[in-house]
T-cell receptor, first 115, second 112 residues
Framework: EAGVAQSPRYKIIEKRQSVAFWCNPISGHATLYWYQQILGQGPKLLIQFQNNGVVDDSQLPKDRFSAERLKGVDSTLKIQPAKLEDSAVYLC?????????????FGPGTRLLVL | KNQVEQSPQSLIILEGKNCTLQ??????????LRWYKQDTGRGPVSLTIMTFSENTKSNGRYTATLDADTKQSSLHITASQLSDSASYICVVSAFYGQNFVFGPGTRLSVLP
């Protein structure tokens, strides 16, 4: 079974530039998550999709961050414009039917450095 | 406020020794508690998941315990190996599996 794919693996940009990350979840997984993990901290949920609908985006800085999951499969996360404090690893995860006990499978993450 | 705390922040042990990592939470209503292992440069990988009615669960050399009354969990690693060097993250779910609250992790280093 293929895992969660993310690209790019690394990205370096200057502040005020835009950046986009892509995630391809495990085939058949209805739920997709985007997390931000700052160095030395645990992941923080940014947005959760159930198929192509948003379940939770309460911690997404909507003035600069946006995400979409067209057709309920792949997802993209965009930052525009980027700030220095956005430097972090952006993790995508997916899980199956939302029973509450399903396992989340994480991708390798995209490491973003904002200069 | 829903929070998950972990201790110690970091730990160094010698190969072959046992260790125990702690997790305290104030998440309510409680749904389940998970332990993840995160190798450097990789995404977290699930080790165990426990619901309210479970007080222990094992996965190989990893054994997790849960005391729902005191809102504490521990992860015990037996006969540590160099490959156990990683961050171990405690995650508590509220509201029927939604609202995952992540702890900051414990950084474990196993030395030869």
């Amino acid at each position: 079974e293929a895992g969660v794919a993310q690209s790019p693996r690394y990205k370096i940009i200057e502040k005020r530039q835009s950046v986009a990350f892509w995630c391809n979840p495990i085939s058949g997984h209805a739920t997709l998550y985007w997390y931000q993990q700052i160095l030395g901290q645990g992941p923080k949920l940014l947005i959760q999709f159930q198929n192509n609908g948003v379940v939770d985006d309460s911690q997404l800085p909507k003035d600069r961050f946006s995400a979409e999951r067209l057709k309920g499969v792949d997802s993209t996360l965009k930052i525009q414009p980027a700030k220095l404090e956005d430097s972090a690893v952006y993790l995508c995860a997916s899980s199956g039917i939302r029973t509450g006990e399903e396992t989340q499978y994480f991708g390798p993450g995209t490491r973003l450095l904002v200069l | 406020k829903n929070q998950v705390e972990q201790s110690p922040q970091s730990l160094i042990i010698l190969e072959g020794k046992n260790c125990t990592l702690q997790c305290n939470y104030t998440v309510s209503p409680f749904s389940n508690l998970r332990w993840y292992k995160q190798d450097t440069g990789r995404g977290p990988v699930s080790l165990t998941i426990m619901t309210f009615s479970e007080n222990t669960k094992s996965n190989g050399r990893y054994t997790a315990t849960l005391d729902a009354d005191t809102k504490q969990s521990s992860l015990h690693i037996t006969a540590s190996q160099l490959s156990d060097s990683a961050s171990y993250i405690c995650v508590v779910s509220a509201f029927y599996g939604q609202n995952f609250v992540f702890g900051p992790g414990t950084r474990l280093s196993v030395l030869p």
